[in-house]
Protein backbone atom coordinates (compact mmCIF):
# COMPACT_ATOMS: atom_id res chain seq x y z
CA UNK A 1 0.00 0.00 0.00
CA UNK A 2 1.68 3.39 -0.83
CA UNK A 3 0.25 7.01 -0.92
CA UNK A 4 0.83 9.54 -3.59
CA UNK A 5 1.41 13.61 -2.79
CA UNK A 6 2.41 16.17 -5.10
CA UNK A 7 3.81 19.97 -4.03
CA UNK A 8 4.51 22.58 -5.87
CA UNK A 9 7.55 24.46 -5.42
CA UNK A 10 9.79 27.13 -7.29
CA UNK A 11 12.53 26.86 -9.34
CA UNK A 12 14.44 28.09 -6.08
CA UNK A 13 15.48 26.38 -3.24
CA UNK A 14 12.51 27.20 -0.48
CA UNK A 15 13.42 28.78 2.70
CA UNK A 16 12.00 26.05 4.01
CA UNK A 17 13.96 23.22 3.06
CA UNK A 18 13.94 19.20 3.53
CA UNK A 19 16.43 17.86 5.52
CA UNK A 20 18.00 16.04 2.24
CA UNK A 21 18.36 19.23 0.95
CA UNK A 22 20.05 21.12 3.96
CA UNK A 23 22.32 18.36 4.85
CA UNK A 24 25.10 19.29 2.40
CA UNK A 25 25.08 22.83 3.13
CA UNK A 26 25.62 22.19 6.74
CA UNK A 27 28.90 20.08 5.62
CA UNK A 28 30.00 23.01 3.76
CA UNK A 29 29.08 25.37 6.87
CA UNK A 30 30.91 23.46 9.14
CA UNK A 31 34.04 23.32 6.64
CA UNK A 32 34.33 26.96 6.17
CA UNK A 33 33.69 27.41 9.72
CA UNK A 34 36.92 25.26 10.83
CA UNK A 35 38.67 27.49 7.78
CA UNK A 36 37.30 30.59 9.38
CA UNK A 37 38.75 28.78 13.00
CA UNK A 38 41.65 27.81 11.87
CA UNK A 39 42.55 31.57 9.78
CA UNK A 40 41.46 33.52 13.21
CA UNK A 41 44.51 31.59 14.72
CA UNK A 42 47.15 31.86 12.68
CA UNK A 43 46.95 35.50 12.16
CA UNK A 44 46.89 36.16 15.65
CA UNK A 45 49.74 33.66 16.47
CA UNK A 46 51.57 34.81 13.73
CA UNK A 47 51.11 38.38 14.62
CA UNK A 48 52.14 38.15 18.61
CA UNK A 49 55.25 36.34 17.27
CA UNK A 50 56.11 39.11 15.01
CA UNK A 51 55.68 41.85 17.62
CA UNK A 52 57.93 39.95 20.00
CA UNK A 53 60.20 38.49 17.88
CA UNK A 54 60.46 41.18 15.05
CA UNK A 55 60.84 38.83 12.42
CA UNK A 56 57.67 37.26 10.90
CA UNK A 57 57.65 33.25 12.44
CA UNK A 58 57.83 30.45 9.53
CA UNK A 59 54.72 29.12 10.53
CA UNK A 60 52.40 27.77 7.41
CA UNK A 61 48.59 27.87 7.62
CA UNK A 62 46.99 24.46 8.18
CA UNK A 63 44.11 22.70 10.01
CA UNK A 64 45.95 20.75 11.83
CA UNK A 65 46.60 24.42 14.00
CA UNK A 66 43.10 24.04 15.45
CA UNK A 67 43.91 21.28 17.66
CA UNK A 68 47.29 22.16 18.96
CA UNK A 69 46.11 25.65 20.01
CA UNK A 70 43.32 23.22 22.15
CA UNK A 71 46.26 21.98 23.54
CA UNK A 72 47.35 18.84 22.01
CA UNK A 73 50.68 18.41 19.83
CA UNK A 74 53.59 21.12 19.78
CA UNK A 75 53.24 24.61 20.24
CA UNK A 76 54.09 26.54 16.91
CA UNK A 77 55.03 30.32 18.55
CA UNK A 78 57.28 29.66 21.71
CA UNK A 79 57.54 33.49 22.31
CA UNK A 80 53.80 33.38 22.39
CA UNK A 81 51.35 32.57 25.22
CA UNK A 82 48.89 30.59 24.21
CA UNK A 83 46.16 31.76 26.46
CA UNK A 84 47.02 35.25 24.11
CA UNK A 85 45.97 33.11 20.60
CA UNK A 86 43.34 31.47 22.11
CA UNK A 87 41.43 34.62 23.68
CA UNK A 88 42.87 36.81 20.37
CA UNK A 89 41.65 34.20 17.69
CA UNK A 90 37.78 33.69 19.38
CA UNK A 91 37.93 37.51 19.69
CA UNK A 92 38.75 37.60 16.04
CA UNK A 93 36.58 34.81 14.77
CA UNK A 94 33.59 36.47 16.89
CA UNK A 95 34.02 39.66 14.98
CA UNK A 96 34.03 37.92 11.75
CA UNK A 97 30.92 35.46 12.61
CA UNK A 98 28.96 38.65 13.93
CA UNK A 99 29.47 40.90 10.92
CA UNK A 100 28.93 38.29 8.52
CA UNK A 101 25.58 36.89 9.87
CA UNK A 102 24.79 40.47 10.25
CA UNK A 103 25.60 40.59 6.41
CA UNK A 104 23.71 37.62 5.81
CA UNK A 105 20.61 38.34 7.93
CA UNK A 106 19.80 41.79 6.37
CA UNK A 107 20.41 39.92 1.93
CA UNK A 108 17.97 37.14 3.54
CA UNK A 109 15.82 39.74 4.71
CA UNK A 110 15.57 41.76 1.38
CA UNK A 111 15.40 38.34 -0.47
CA UNK A 112 11.65 37.60 -1.42
CA UNK A 113 10.97 34.20 -0.30
CA UNK A 114 11.19 31.84 -3.30
CA UNK A 115 7.66 30.72 -3.25
CA UNK A 116 6.72 34.48 -3.37
CA UNK A 117 5.28 36.41 -6.93
CA UNK A 118 7.41 39.28 -6.23
CA UNK A 119 10.81 37.22 -7.33
CA UNK A 120 8.24 37.00 -10.43
CA UNK A 121 7.66 40.58 -10.92
CA UNK A 122 9.79 43.85 -12.21
CA UNK A 123 12.36 44.43 -9.56
CA UNK A 124 14.06 47.76 -8.98
CA UNK A 125 16.81 46.86 -11.99
CA UNK A 126 13.52 46.48 -14.75
CA UNK A 127 12.48 49.81 -13.94
CA UNK A 128 15.66 52.12 -14.54
CA UNK A 129 14.02 53.91 -17.08
CA UNK A 130 11.45 55.11 -15.11
CA UNK A 131 13.91 55.91 -12.21
CA UNK A 132 14.63 59.90 -11.34
CA UNK A 133 18.15 59.84 -13.11
CA UNK A 134 16.84 58.57 -16.23
CA UNK A 135 13.65 60.74 -16.24
CA UNK A 136 15.86 63.63 -16.08
CA UNK A 137 17.85 62.94 -18.90
CA UNK A 138 14.40 62.62 -20.74
CA UNK A 139 13.32 65.46 -19.54
CA UNK A 140 15.85 67.54 -20.21
CA UNK A 141 15.11 66.17 -24.05
CA UNK A 142 11.65 66.99 -24.17
CA UNK A 143 11.92 70.45 -22.24
CA UNK A 144 14.47 72.60 -23.76
CA UNK A 145 12.45 75.50 -23.25
CA UNK A 146 11.93 75.71 -19.55
CA UNK A 147 15.01 73.56 -18.91
CA UNK A 148 17.97 74.86 -21.55
CA UNK A 149 20.10 76.17 -18.30
CA UNK A 150 19.76 73.03 -16.22
CA UNK A 151 22.02 70.36 -15.97
CA UNK A 152 20.04 67.34 -16.55
CA UNK A 153 21.17 66.36 -12.49
CA UNK A 154 19.49 68.84 -11.26
CA UNK A 155 16.37 68.93 -12.51
CA UNK A 156 13.91 68.82 -9.40
CA UNK A 157 11.44 65.59 -9.28
CA UNK A 158 8.62 67.70 -10.20
CA UNK A 159 10.16 68.91 -13.51
CA UNK A 160 10.57 65.26 -14.71
CA UNK A 161 6.86 63.83 -14.67
CA UNK A 162 4.71 62.57 -12.64
CA UNK A 163 5.97 60.35 -9.17
CA UNK A 164 4.16 57.06 -9.44
CA UNK A 165 5.03 55.32 -6.57
CA UNK A 166 7.96 53.35 -4.89
CA UNK A 167 9.20 49.94 -6.50
CA UNK A 168 8.04 47.26 -3.26
CA UNK A 169 10.66 44.69 -3.33
CA UNK A 170 8.86 42.54 -0.89
CA UNK A 171 10.86 43.40 1.85
CA UNK A 172 11.03 47.04 1.80
CA UNK A 173 10.45 50.10 -0.53
CA UNK A 174 12.31 50.38 -3.83
CA UNK A 175 13.01 54.02 -6.15
CA UNK A 176 10.69 55.81 -7.22
CA UNK A 177 9.00 55.53 -10.70
CA UNK A 178 7.50 58.08 -12.85
CA UNK A 179 5.62 58.89 -15.51
CA UNK A 180 7.46 60.95 -17.93
CA UNK A 181 6.16 63.84 -20.35
CA UNK A 182 5.72 61.92 -23.24
CA UNK A 183 4.00 59.32 -21.57
CA UNK A 184 -0.24 58.87 -20.90
CA UNK A 185 -1.59 57.13 -17.75
CA UNK A 186 -4.67 54.82 -16.77
CA UNK A 187 -5.94 54.69 -13.80
CA UNK A 188 -7.97 51.34 -13.06
CA UNK A 189 -8.55 51.62 -9.06
CA UNK A 190 -11.79 50.98 -6.60
CA UNK A 191 -13.00 53.03 -4.09
CA UNK A 192 -11.09 53.63 -0.98
CA UNK A 193 -7.53 52.46 -2.96
CA UNK A 194 -5.90 55.49 -3.33
CA UNK A 195 -7.01 57.12 -6.34
CA UNK A 196 -7.17 60.99 -5.04
CA UNK A 197 -4.68 60.76 -2.69
CA UNK A 198 -2.01 58.97 -4.44
CA UNK A 199 -2.94 59.60 -7.86
CA UNK A 200 -5.16 62.77 -8.76
CA UNK A 201 -3.83 64.99 -6.00
CA UNK A 202 0.02 64.38 -6.31
CA UNK A 203 -0.46 64.60 -10.27
CA UNK A 204 -2.24 68.12 -9.65
CA UNK A 205 0.37 69.45 -7.33
CA UNK A 206 3.48 68.73 -9.40
CA UNK A 207 2.40 69.56 -12.48
CA UNK A 208 4.25 72.86 -13.53
CA UNK A 209 2.43 74.24 -16.24
CA UNK A 210 -1.46 74.70 -16.61
CA UNK A 211 -3.62 71.68 -15.58
CA UNK A 212 -7.03 70.71 -16.17
CA UNK A 213 -8.98 68.23 -13.44
CA UNK A 214 -12.15 66.75 -13.17
CA UNK A 215 -14.00 64.95 -10.31
CA UNK A 216 -17.47 64.23 -8.63
CA UNK A 217 -15.77 65.65 -4.94
CA UNK A 218 -14.40 67.98 -3.96
CA UNK A 219 -10.87 66.85 -2.64
CA UNK A 220 -9.26 67.87 -5.91
CA UNK A 221 -10.16 71.46 -4.55
CA UNK A 222 -7.97 70.34 -1.42
CA UNK A 223 -4.79 71.50 -4.00
CA UNK A 224 -6.59 75.33 -5.14
CA UNK A 225 -4.75 77.00 -2.18
CA UNK A 226 -1.29 75.37 -3.01
CA UNK A 227 -1.55 75.53 -6.76
CA UNK A 228 -2.45 79.69 -6.52
CA UNK A 229 0.30 80.21 -4.22
CA UNK A 230 2.76 78.05 -6.60
CA UNK A 231 1.18 79.67 -10.02
CA UNK A 232 0.48 83.14 -8.52
CA UNK A 233 -2.65 82.77 -10.25
CA UNK A 234 -6.07 81.88 -9.29
CA UNK A 235 -7.87 78.74 -9.89
CA UNK A 236 -11.01 78.06 -12.08
CA UNK A 237 -13.64 76.21 -10.22
CA UNK A 238 -16.15 74.99 -12.06
CA UNK A 239 -18.95 73.69 -9.77
CA UNK A 240 -22.50 74.47 -11.58
CA UNK A 241 -23.75 71.39 -8.95
CA UNK A 242 -22.88 73.12 -5.86
CA UNK A 243 -20.37 69.84 -5.10
CA UNK A 244 -17.92 72.14 -3.07
CA UNK A 245 -20.28 75.19 -2.56
CA UNK A 246 -17.75 77.50 -4.85
CA UNK A 247 -19.76 80.54 -5.72
CA UNK A 248 -19.60 81.55 -9.61
CA UNK A 249 -17.46 84.19 -10.32
CA UNK A 250 -16.69 83.70 -14.06
CA UNK A 251 -18.62 82.03 -16.94
CA UNK A 252 -17.36 79.83 -20.22
CA UNK A 253 -19.63 80.33 -23.23
CA UNK A 254 -19.41 76.18 -25.02
CA UNK A 255 -20.77 78.11 -28.52
CA UNK A 256 -17.87 80.43 -28.96
CA UNK A 257 -16.00 78.89 -32.05
CA UNK A 258 -18.88 76.33 -33.20
CA UNK A 259 -18.41 77.91 -36.47
CA UNK A 260 -17.77 74.27 -38.51
CA UNK A 261 -19.86 71.28 -38.97
CA UNK A 262 -16.64 69.38 -37.25
CA UNK A 263 -16.94 71.52 -33.99
CA UNK A 264 -20.38 71.48 -33.47
CA UNK A 265 -20.56 67.47 -34.33
CA UNK A 266 -17.75 67.46 -31.30
CA UNK A 267 -19.86 69.62 -29.13
CA UNK A 268 -22.95 67.59 -29.78
CA UNK A 269 -21.20 64.37 -29.17
CA UNK A 270 -20.23 65.02 -25.31
CA UNK A 271 -24.01 65.62 -24.51
CA UNK A 272 -24.39 62.23 -26.52
CA UNK A 273 -22.55 60.25 -25.33
CA UNK A 274 -23.74 59.64 -22.03
CA UNK A 275 -26.73 58.04 -23.30
CA UNK A 276 -25.83 56.23 -26.82
CA UNK A 277 -26.08 52.28 -27.12
CA UNK A 278 -23.32 50.53 -28.60
CA UNK A 279 -25.84 47.76 -29.37
CA UNK A 280 -28.39 50.58 -31.15
CA UNK A 281 -26.23 53.39 -32.66
CA UNK A 282 -29.09 54.04 -34.76
CA UNK A 283 -30.89 57.23 -32.68
CA UNK A 284 -27.75 58.45 -30.92
CA UNK A 285 -25.87 59.12 -34.28
CA UNK A 286 -29.29 60.85 -36.06
CA UNK A 287 -29.23 63.04 -32.87
CA UNK A 288 -25.70 64.19 -32.76
CA UNK A 289 -26.39 65.01 -36.25
CA UNK A 290 -29.80 67.22 -34.75
CA UNK A 291 -27.83 68.46 -32.01
CA UNK A 292 -24.75 69.71 -33.76
CA UNK A 293 -27.18 71.55 -36.26
CA UNK A 294 -28.93 73.24 -33.56
CA UNK A 295 -25.50 74.08 -31.69
CA UNK A 296 -24.29 75.84 -35.33
CA UNK A 297 -27.68 77.38 -35.80
CA UNK A 298 -27.52 79.06 -31.84
CA UNK A 299 -24.21 80.03 -33.07
CA UNK A 300 -25.11 81.94 -36.24
CA UNK A 301 -28.12 84.02 -34.73
CA UNK A 302 -26.41 84.93 -31.49
CA UNK A 303 -28.42 82.55 -29.17
CA UNK A 304 -27.23 81.38 -25.99
CA UNK A 305 -26.83 77.67 -25.68
CA UNK A 306 -30.30 77.40 -23.56
CA UNK A 307 -32.09 77.99 -27.38
CA UNK A 308 -30.83 74.74 -28.16
CA UNK A 309 -33.12 73.05 -25.51
CA UNK A 310 -36.15 75.13 -26.78
CA UNK A 311 -35.78 74.21 -30.46
CA UNK A 312 -35.48 70.24 -28.68
CA UNK A 313 -38.92 71.08 -27.26
CA UNK A 314 -40.70 72.08 -30.59
CA UNK A 315 -40.01 69.61 -33.26
CA UNK A 316 -41.33 71.85 -35.97
CA UNK A 317 -40.10 75.32 -35.20
CA UNK A 318 -38.35 76.29 -38.91
CA UNK A 319 -35.46 79.02 -37.11
CA UNK A 320 -32.56 76.58 -36.86
CA UNK A 321 -33.15 75.80 -40.34
CA UNK A 322 -33.40 78.69 -41.63
CA UNK A 323 -30.48 80.74 -39.67
CA UNK A 324 -28.25 77.68 -41.24
CA UNK A 325 -29.33 78.03 -44.69
CA UNK A 326 -28.55 81.70 -44.42
CA UNK A 327 -25.06 81.04 -42.99
CA UNK A 328 -24.53 78.52 -45.67
CA UNK A 329 -24.75 75.08 -44.15
CA UNK A 330 -27.25 74.40 -46.92
CA UNK A 331 -27.25 70.47 -46.62
CA UNK A 332 -27.38 70.46 -42.61
CA UNK A 333 -30.42 72.81 -43.65
CA UNK A 334 -31.91 70.43 -45.73
CA UNK A 335 -31.40 67.82 -43.69
CA UNK A 336 -32.77 69.55 -40.33
CA UNK A 337 -35.95 69.92 -42.69
CA UNK A 338 -35.95 66.65 -43.35
CA UNK A 339 -36.40 65.82 -39.74
CA UNK A 340 -40.55 67.19 -40.39
CA UNK A 341 -40.72 64.61 -43.14
CA UNK A 342 -39.88 61.65 -40.88
CA UNK A 343 -42.48 59.31 -39.57
CA UNK A 344 -44.04 60.70 -36.37
CA UNK A 345 -42.64 57.78 -34.28
CA UNK A 346 -38.97 58.17 -35.83
CA UNK A 347 -38.70 61.91 -35.02
CA UNK A 348 -39.71 61.51 -31.86
CA UNK A 349 -37.31 58.77 -31.02
CA UNK A 350 -34.52 61.26 -32.53
CA UNK A 351 -36.01 64.46 -30.56
CA UNK A 352 -36.00 62.39 -27.12
CA UNK A 353 -32.52 61.02 -27.44
CA UNK A 354 -31.67 64.38 -28.14
CA UNK A 355 -33.64 65.85 -25.38
CA UNK A 356 -31.95 63.07 -23.02
CA UNK A 357 -28.33 64.10 -23.69
CA UNK A 358 -29.16 67.82 -23.33
CA UNK A 359 -31.21 67.76 -20.33
CA UNK A 360 -28.85 69.38 -18.15
CA UNK A 361 -29.83 72.05 -20.38
CA UNK A 362 -32.98 72.39 -18.63
CA UNK A 363 -31.53 73.52 -15.52
CA UNK A 364 -30.91 77.46 -14.46
CA UNK A 365 -28.41 76.72 -11.82
CA UNK A 366 -26.00 74.95 -14.48
CA UNK A 367 -27.02 76.77 -17.82
CA UNK A 368 -26.01 79.75 -15.45
CA UNK A 369 -22.44 78.83 -15.53
CA UNK A 370 -22.56 78.45 -19.27
CA UNK A 371 -24.60 81.74 -20.60
CA UNK A 372 -23.83 85.67 -20.61
CA UNK A 373 -23.84 86.52 -16.15
CA UNK A 374 -26.29 89.21 -15.53
CA UNK A 375 -23.10 90.98 -13.61
CA UNK A 376 -20.00 91.29 -15.27
CA UNK A 377 -18.06 88.50 -14.47
CA UNK A 378 -14.67 87.25 -16.80
CA UNK A 379 -15.06 84.47 -19.57
CA UNK A 380 -12.93 81.86 -19.14
CA UNK A 381 -10.65 81.74 -22.90
CA UNK A 382 -9.23 77.96 -22.78
CA UNK A 383 -7.13 79.64 -25.88
CA UNK A 384 -5.60 81.99 -23.23
CA UNK A 385 -5.89 79.72 -20.31
CA UNK A 386 -3.19 77.24 -22.04
CA UNK A 387 -0.52 79.89 -22.57
CA UNK A 388 0.02 79.98 -18.47
CA UNK A 389 0.40 77.67 -15.57
CA UNK A 390 -3.53 78.57 -14.15
CA UNK A 391 -5.61 75.36 -13.02
CA UNK A 392 -9.23 74.92 -13.77
CA UNK A 393 -10.83 72.55 -11.81
CA UNK A 394 -14.30 70.93 -13.15
CA UNK A 395 -16.95 69.43 -10.87
CA UNK A 396 -20.02 67.49 -11.71
CA UNK A 397 -22.32 65.10 -9.64
CA UNK A 398 -22.76 61.79 -11.52
CA UNK A 399 -26.82 62.11 -11.22
CA UNK A 400 -28.92 61.91 -14.03
CA UNK A 401 -29.20 65.20 -15.43
CA UNK A 402 -25.44 66.51 -14.73
CA UNK A 403 -23.55 68.71 -15.86
CA UNK A 404 -21.03 65.95 -17.02
CA UNK A 405 -21.86 67.22 -20.67
CA UNK A 406 -20.21 70.78 -19.91
CA UNK A 407 -17.34 69.56 -18.08
CA UNK A 408 -16.41 67.09 -20.84
CA UNK A 409 -16.86 69.50 -23.54
CA UNK A 410 -15.10 72.26 -21.77
CA UNK A 411 -11.95 69.86 -20.51
CA UNK A 412 -11.99 68.69 -24.30
CA UNK A 413 -11.89 72.29 -25.39
CA UNK A 414 -8.85 72.98 -22.92
CA UNK A 415 -6.68 69.65 -24.41
CA UNK A 416 -7.54 70.86 -27.89
CA UNK A 417 -5.93 74.18 -27.06
CA UNK A 418 -3.26 73.00 -25.87
CA UNK A 419 -2.84 70.67 -29.36
CA UNK A 420 -2.83 73.56 -31.33
CA UNK A 421 -0.61 75.74 -28.83
CA UNK A 422 1.75 72.86 -29.06
CA UNK A 423 1.67 72.79 -32.93
CA UNK A 424 2.40 75.95 -32.98
CA UNK A 425 5.64 75.80 -30.79
CA UNK A 426 7.16 73.41 -32.99
CA UNK A 427 5.51 69.64 -32.17
CA UNK A 428 5.34 70.14 -27.83
CA UNK A 429 4.19 72.06 -25.23
CA UNK A 430 6.62 72.93 -22.75
CA UNK A 431 6.10 73.34 -20.12
CA UNK A 432 3.82 70.51 -20.78
CA UNK A 433 -0.07 70.57 -19.81
CA UNK A 434 -1.62 68.22 -17.08
CA UNK A 435 -5.14 66.74 -17.47
CA UNK A 436 -6.59 64.46 -14.41
CA UNK A 437 -9.61 63.18 -15.23
CA UNK A 438 -10.78 61.51 -12.22
CA UNK A 439 -13.80 60.12 -12.59
CA UNK A 440 -14.06 60.34 -16.21
CA UNK A 441 -16.63 58.04 -17.41
CA UNK A 442 -19.35 59.72 -15.00
CA UNK A 443 -17.99 63.15 -14.94
CA UNK A 444 -16.00 63.88 -17.77
CA UNK A 445 -16.91 61.24 -20.79
CA UNK A 446 -15.39 62.76 -23.34
CA UNK A 447 -16.49 61.12 -26.74
CA UNK A 448 -12.76 60.61 -28.86
CA UNK A 449 -10.59 60.20 -25.68
CA UNK A 450 -9.63 56.81 -26.85
CA UNK A 451 -8.60 57.85 -30.56
CA UNK A 452 -6.72 61.15 -29.03
CA UNK A 453 -4.71 59.16 -25.93
CA UNK A 454 -1.55 58.70 -27.88
CA UNK A 455 -1.58 61.81 -29.50
CA UNK A 456 -1.41 63.62 -26.36
CA UNK A 457 1.73 62.43 -25.20
CA UNK A 458 3.42 63.35 -28.38
CA UNK A 459 2.29 67.06 -27.90
CA UNK A 460 3.69 67.32 -24.06
CA UNK A 461 0.01 66.59 -23.31
CA UNK A 462 -0.23 64.26 -19.87
CA UNK A 463 -3.78 62.89 -19.08
CA UNK A 464 -4.14 60.73 -16.69
CA UNK A 465 -7.82 58.91 -16.80
CA UNK A 466 -8.97 57.24 -13.59
CA UNK A 467 -11.39 54.57 -13.54
CA UNK A 468 -13.15 52.65 -11.21
CA UNK A 469 -13.16 49.29 -13.25
CA UNK A 470 -13.12 48.66 -17.19
CA UNK A 471 -16.55 47.95 -17.45
CA UNK A 472 -16.87 51.50 -16.25
CA UNK A 473 -15.48 52.55 -19.07
CA UNK A 474 -16.94 50.52 -21.49
CA UNK A 475 -20.22 51.86 -20.47
CA UNK A 476 -19.02 55.03 -22.12
CA UNK A 477 -16.87 53.92 -24.49
CA UNK A 478 -17.76 50.75 -25.53
CA UNK A 479 -15.77 47.75 -25.30
CA UNK A 480 -13.91 48.69 -28.89
CA UNK A 481 -13.26 52.40 -27.30
CA UNK A 482 -11.65 50.91 -24.05
CA UNK A 483 -9.65 48.25 -25.68
CA UNK A 484 -8.66 50.95 -27.43
CA UNK A 485 -7.81 53.45 -24.81
CA UNK A 486 -6.05 50.56 -22.69
CA UNK A 487 -3.67 49.99 -25.59
CA UNK A 488 -3.11 53.44 -25.64
CA UNK A 489 -1.79 54.17 -21.98
CA UNK A 490 1.98 54.17 -21.71
CA UNK A 491 1.52 53.66 -18.23
CA UNK A 492 -1.49 51.76 -16.58
CA UNK A 493 -2.00 51.33 -12.24
CA UNK A 494 -4.04 48.80 -11.32
CA UNK A 495 -5.16 49.37 -7.62
CA UNK A 496 -6.37 47.26 -5.10
CA UNK A 497 -10.09 45.92 -4.73
CA UNK A 498 -10.74 44.74 -8.38
CA UNK A 499 -13.63 43.16 -8.22
CA UNK A 500 -14.69 42.60 -11.88
CA UNK A 501 -13.82 38.58 -12.56
CA UNK A 502 -13.41 39.50 -16.54
CA UNK A 503 -10.75 42.30 -15.17
CA UNK A 504 -9.16 40.57 -12.64
CA UNK A 505 -8.49 37.73 -15.05
CA UNK A 506 -7.44 39.46 -17.97
CA UNK A 507 -4.75 41.40 -16.17
CA UNK A 508 -3.33 38.13 -14.92
CA UNK A 509 -3.37 36.92 -18.14
CA UNK A 510 -1.18 39.73 -19.32
CA UNK A 511 0.94 39.47 -16.32
CA UNK A 512 1.96 35.88 -18.00
CA UNK A 513 2.87 32.80 -15.47
CA UNK A 514 5.84 31.53 -13.56
CA UNK A 515 7.90 27.95 -13.93
CA UNK A 516 7.63 26.03 -10.79
CA UNK A 517 8.50 22.64 -10.20
CA UNK A 518 5.79 19.63 -8.55
CA UNK A 519 7.39 17.54 -6.58
CA UNK A 520 5.52 13.99 -6.20
CA UNK A 521 6.59 11.45 -3.41
CA UNK A 522 5.07 8.91 -2.99
CA UNK A 523 5.55 6.56 0.51
CA UNK A 524 5.32 3.26 1.46
CA UNK A 525 7.01 0.20 -0.02
CA UNK A 526 9.75 0.88 -2.71
CA UNK A 527 8.69 5.02 -2.03
CA UNK A 528 10.03 7.32 -4.65
CA UNK A 529 9.93 10.79 -5.59
CA UNK A 530 10.00 12.71 -8.83
CA UNK A 531 9.76 15.97 -9.67
CA UNK A 532 8.08 17.85 -12.71
CA UNK A 533 8.01 21.47 -14.51
CA UNK A 534 4.34 23.17 -15.03
CA UNK A 535 3.19 26.56 -15.11
CA UNK A 536 1.09 28.84 -12.40
CA UNK A 537 -0.05 32.98 -12.84
CA UNK A 538 2.53 34.93 -11.51
CA UNK A 539 -0.68 36.81 -9.78
CA UNK A 540 -3.94 35.16 -9.79
CA UNK A 541 -7.50 36.75 -9.96
CA UNK A 542 -7.71 36.40 -6.14
CA UNK A 543 -4.18 37.88 -5.35
CA UNK A 544 -5.06 40.60 -7.79
CA UNK A 545 -8.12 41.54 -5.58
CA UNK A 546 -6.38 41.19 -2.25
CA UNK A 547 -3.52 43.48 -3.29
CA UNK A 548 -3.51 45.82 -0.44
CA UNK A 549 -4.34 49.09 -0.02
CA UNK A 550 -1.87 51.92 -0.58
CA UNK A 551 -0.11 49.24 -3.57
CA UNK A 552 -0.45 49.41 -7.11
CA UNK A 553 0.46 46.86 -9.89
CA UNK A 554 2.23 48.89 -12.76
CA UNK A 555 1.97 48.10 -16.25
CA UNK A 556 4.42 50.33 -18.08
CA UNK A 557 5.88 49.75 -21.78
CA UNK A 558 8.45 47.71 -22.33
CA UNK A 559 8.59 46.93 -18.76
CA UNK A 560 7.65 43.45 -16.39
CA UNK A 561 4.64 44.01 -13.80
CA UNK A 562 5.79 46.08 -11.23
CA UNK A 563 3.99 46.46 -7.87
CA UNK A 564 4.33 50.17 -6.33
CA UNK A 565 3.95 51.50 -2.79
CA UNK A 566 1.90 54.62 -3.69
CA UNK A 567 2.81 57.87 -2.52
CA UNK A 568 -0.03 59.60 -1.19
CA UNK A 569 0.29 63.66 -0.79
CA UNK A 570 0.04 63.35 3.34
CA UNK A 571 2.86 61.86 2.72
CA UNK A 572 4.95 64.40 0.49
CA UNK A 573 6.50 67.48 0.87
CA UNK A 574 3.10 69.91 0.29
CA UNK A 575 1.45 67.84 3.47
CA UNK A 576 0.92 71.03 5.33
CA UNK A 577 -0.57 73.22 2.80
CA UNK A 578 -2.71 70.46 1.35
CA UNK A 579 -4.09 70.04 5.48
CA UNK A 580 -4.28 74.03 5.78
CA UNK A 581 -6.56 74.12 2.46
CA UNK A 582 -8.67 71.14 3.84
CA UNK A 583 -9.54 73.12 7.13
CA UNK A 584 -9.97 76.40 5.13
CA UNK A 585 -12.43 74.62 2.56
CA UNK A 586 -14.63 72.79 5.14
CA UNK A 587 -14.90 75.57 7.47
CA UNK A 588 -16.15 77.20 4.15
CA UNK A 589 -18.12 74.20 3.12
CA UNK A 590 -19.85 74.56 6.23
CA UNK A 591 -20.59 78.26 6.24
CA UNK A 592 -22.22 78.02 3.00
CA UNK A 593 -24.74 75.00 3.99
CA UNK A 594 -25.68 76.76 7.36
CA UNK A 595 -26.54 80.30 4.97
CA UNK A 596 -28.74 77.43 2.37
CA UNK A 597 -30.76 75.77 5.56
CA UNK A 598 -31.39 79.84 6.58
CA UNK A 599 -32.69 81.09 3.73
CA UNK A 600 -36.11 80.92 3.76
Known sequence: MSATTSTARPLRPSRVASSDAVFPWLIVAAAVLAAAATTAVWVVGQVAEWADTGSWPAVGWSLTLLPTVAGSGPWPWPRTDPGTVQIGSAAVLGVVLAVTGVAGYRTYARTPASDSFYRA??????????????Q?????????RTLATVKPTEIPPEDVGLALGHVDTGTGPGPMCYAGWEDVALAVMAPRSGKTTSVAIPAICSAPGAVVATSNKLDVLYTAGLRSKLTGLQPWVFDPQGVARTPQTWWWDPLAGITTVEEAERLAGHFITAVADEKNSIWPMSATELLSGLFLAANLTGATITQVYKWLANEHDPAPAAALEAGGFDVLAGAMRGNADMAHDTRASVYFTARSGARCLRNPAITAWVTPPRQPMPRLDPDRFIHGPGTLYLLSKDSGGSAAPLVAALADRVLRAGVHLAEARGGRLDPPLVAVLDEAASVAPIRDLPKLYSH????????????????????????????????????????????????????????????????????????????????????????????PKGTALLLATGTPATLLRLHPHYRGRHAGAIDTEVTALTARIAAAAGRTQETP
Do not use: C, F, N
Not at 136 to 144: D, V, W
Open 121 to 134: LGRPAAVTHLGLPA
Open 136 to 144: QTTAARLRP
Open 456 to 547: YGSRGILPVTILQSLPQGEAVWGKTGMAELWSAATIKLIGAGIDDEDTASRISRLIGDQTVATVSVSTGRGGSRSTSLTHRPVLSAAQLRAL
